[in-house]
């Protein structure tokens, strides 16, 4: 199986700055997507932002310009790195991936446990 270790939350000022980190472990042959998703309470889980394997990304419309997702292929990790945090960022952070992993090629997405996000004064 695969595991994704979620790291980088905690509290955080409005206007501050955190950045995510999110390892996947396990026997990977390879990882195509990977995303950060995330859930306010009382809130449906709600898309962040995706990249592809080669780099692409997509993001939500509320994070545009103040969050950035990369990953690094090689760590099989991703980040992402919030920037003029928002009370209203504050949410459980979940990241996942889809991945082909061993011993026999299956492919499945996988999620992390969380962490939190709290933006406050």
């Known amino acids: 199986q695969v595991q994704l270790v979620e790291s980088g939350g905690g509290l955080v000022q409005p206007g501050g700055s955190l950045r995510l980190s999110c390892a996947a472990s396990?026997?990977?042959?390879?990882?195509?997507?990977m995303g950060w998703y995330r859930q306010a309470p009382g809130k449906q889980r709600e898309l962040v932002a995706t990249?592809?394997?080669?780099?692409?990304?997509n993001d939500a419309d509320s994070v545009k310009g103040r969050f950035t997702i990369s990953r690094d292929n090689a760590k099989n990790t991703v980040y992402l790195q919030m920037n003029s945090l928002k009370p209203e960022d504050t949410a459980v952070y979940y990241c996942n991936a889809d991945v082909v992993y061993g011993p026999v090629g299956s492919r499945r997405t996988f999620w992390g446990q969380g962490t939190q996000v709290t933006v406050s004064s």
């Open positions: 990249v592809t394997s080669s780099g692409t990304t």
């Open positions: 396990g026997i990977i042959y390879s990882i195509n997507a």
